[in-house]
């Protein structure tokens, strides 16, 4: 039994062109494996098998190098051996007490992350199950902080964010009860439209205003905020700055394009996953706080049988301190693993080879005739219409390719001046993606 998984590992591991499974319905799947969790169990090959043979066939791998959809992932190959060796560890990674030599690891990753973003000391972070929860984590802290105040202690927060935000922005305000004002721009949003927006608000909204969200790589554009700008708005305002740069924040590591992220080193906290751009294997995102302790205020458990966790003989960095969750897997592990075996020099390496199949993709388009760039590529990202087709014709080629097990490319909507229109949208990821593989999606538009 063990040797079968290990096998499968290995194989699913080195297969760098997987099968581009297709979803089948829940009742397709009952027929196909009938009960598999009985009374006396039905046994650990039967389970095995069952998984192996029809289960897994019936996802789409990430990792394929024509998955180009939502934000695909390509977890190196040292990361997921980890991830493996993670499990198989069984560490508890929320207090240093039991997790010590794990947590070491992790924060060696996370002060390569911080050191990317060019926050000054005493700024660090922890790993996240992704950016859902990072996001809600670091507007927790901000919030915490804006409720120091006594005038705020009872009223309603509203935080700051753009049109391009992402949907987990206003996901967790929900979970939090605050309120979300936009600035109507899926494009960058500008120092001066956030000024405008703040400006136009009577005295009570005003004071309601505890955060803004800039967005580093938008996810359906790549687009980033003028952070520099927004960094300097908050500080005239006092406000909490948090850069949402779950996708984006790999290109940190990319010498091309870390300009334009200048101002991020300001913020009060940044949002980084590893398992998008950063080849981490599911699930694995980062928050990173200016200042740990204002997140220590806000997230830091009480309880009696948590006592001896703080302790001075226990003493050393606690994740659960800065982030939402108690206990936790050290999944910040497969990350430090790939980083120590591979480099740093590798990871940019890896993440300029997105932006270069983007740039590619984008001269491929203009150069078509029935295709057309909506906007310039940016980051990994690639916005592009085919001449003359309705949503339907863009629905109906995503299906075609998918069921063809050949590419999975979905379609997006960009905002024009009379609303919103379909259009088709690349994310790149992938270094093994090539240039022949975007040629032939190209092709399928014809
Ligand atoms: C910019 C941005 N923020 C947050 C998220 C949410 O991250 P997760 O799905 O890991 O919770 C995403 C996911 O695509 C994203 O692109």
């Not at 043979?53 to 990792?63: E, N």
């Not at 670091?138 to 915490?144: G, H, P, S, T, W």
């Amino acid at each position: 039994m063990t040797l079968d998984v290990v096998k499968y590992a290995i194989n699913r591991i080195t297969k760098t062109n997987p099968e581009l499974g297709k979803p089948k319905t829940e009742a397709e799947l009952r027929m196909l494996v009938g009960e598999t969790v009985t009374d006396n169990g039905i046994g650990g090959e039967k389970a095995f098998e069952l998984f192996r043979d029809v289960l897994a066939k019936a996802t789409v791998p990430i990792d394929h190098p024509r998955h180009l959809a939502f934000v695909p992932a390509a977890p190196t190959r040292a990361a997921i051996l980890f991830d493996l060796v993670t499990s198989a560890s069984s560490i508890h990674g929320a207090y240093w007490m039991e997790g010590a030599g794990g947590i070491f690891c992790e924060n060696e990753a996370m002060q390569w992350l911080v050191s990317l973003t060019g926050m000054p000391k005493p700024a660090f972070g922890v790993f996240t199950s992704g950016g859902t929860a990072a996001n809600l984590s670091a507007l927790v802290a901000a919030r915490v902080k804006w409720r120091k105040e006594p005038a705020n202690e009872n009223i309603k927060g509203l935080m700051i964010t753009s049109v391009g935000a992402h949907s987990s922005i206003k996901a967790m305000a929900k979970v939090m009860d605050v309120d979300v004002l936009l600035v109507e721009t899926e494009n960058a949003m500008t120092c001066t439209a956030l000024q405008v927006l703040i400006n136009g608000l009577d005295a009570i909204q005003r004071a309601r205003v505890f955060a803004v969200v800039a967005t580093g790589g938008t996810t359906n554009a790549g687009i980033i905020d003028d952070l520099s700008g927004v960094a300097d708005v908050c500080e005239k305002e006092q406000l909490w700055f948090h850069v949402d740069a779950a996708y984006g924040g790999g290109a940190l590591a990319a010498t091309s394009v870390r300009h334009l992220f200048n101002g991020i080193e300001r913020a009060d906290s940044v949002t980084i996953d590893p398992h998008k751009w950063l080849f981490s294997p599911y699930d694995c995102g980062a928050v990173l706080y200016k200042n740990p302790e204002e997140a220590k205020e806000a997230h830091s458990q009480e309880g009696s049988y948590l006592e001896i966790f703080k302790d001075e003989g226990a003493h050393g960095f606690n994740p659960s301190d800065y982030q939402i969750q108690l206990t936790r897997r050290l999944r910040g592990l497969p990350l430090w693993y790939s980083l120590a075996t591979h480099g740093t020099e590798k990871y940019a390496w890896a993440v300029e080879e997105g932006i270069k199949l983007a740039n590619t993709a984008g001269k491929l388009i203009s150069a078509h005739p029935l295709l057309e760039l909506v906007r310039e590529p940016s980051l990994s990202c690639v916005l592009y219409r085919r001449k003359g087709w309705t949503p339907d014709d863009y629905r109906n080629w995503t299906y075609k390719n998918h069921e063809a097990g050949f590419a999975l490319v979905t379609p997006t909507k960009w905002k024009t001046t009379d609303g919103y229109e379909t259009v088709s949208r690349f994310c790149f990821i992938n270094p093994d993606t090539t240039e022949q593989d975007i040629v032939a999606i190209l092709k399928s538009m014809e």
